[in-house]
Nanobody
Framework: QVQLVESGGGLVQAGGSLRLSCAAS????????MGWFRQAPGKEREFVAA????????YYAESVKRRFTISRDDAKNTVYLQMNNLKLEDTAVYYC?????????????????WGQGTQVTVSS
């Protein structure tokens, strides 16, 4: 069983930055693909970014490319999402997810474990 706890959300002005963290416990983190998803009010949860175990490969949604960066620190069992140049449309609850069965994954259905989410609100 893997437990995931997100932190780092908050209120930020458009154009600002935030860094989300997701601390994992249980499982073998270094061999676990990790991802970030988000869900805005009234919308379905969507893929944001993913990182392979080992950290050598990353994928991003088109809407966040060149603004967001996913990274991992296996020594700390933590995955990060650095978000720069935030836009109003980035407002959502951000969820961390873990997939122990894939090298890297972008589909919600690939992920076995989810955190409780952290709210990111971007204001004008």
């Amino acid at each position: 069983q893997v437990q995931l706890v997100e932190s780092g959300g908050g209120l930020v002005q458009a154009g600002g930055s935030l860094r989300l963290s997701c601390a994992a416990s249980g499982g073998t983190f270094s061999r676990t693909a990790m991802g970030w998803f988000r869900q805005a009010p009234g919308k379905e949860r969507e893929f944001v970014a993913a990182i392979s175990w080992g950290g050598g490969r990353t994928y991003y949604a088109e809407s966040v490319k060149r603004r967001f960066t996913i990274s991992r620190d296996d020594a700390k069992n933590t995955v990060y999402l650095q978000m720069n140049n935030l836009k109003l449309e980035d407002t959502a609850v951000y969820y961390c997810a873990a997939d122990g069965g894939s090298f890297i994954a972008t589909r919600m259905t690939d992920y076995d474990y989810w955190g409780q989410g952290t709210q990111v609100t971007v204001s004008s």
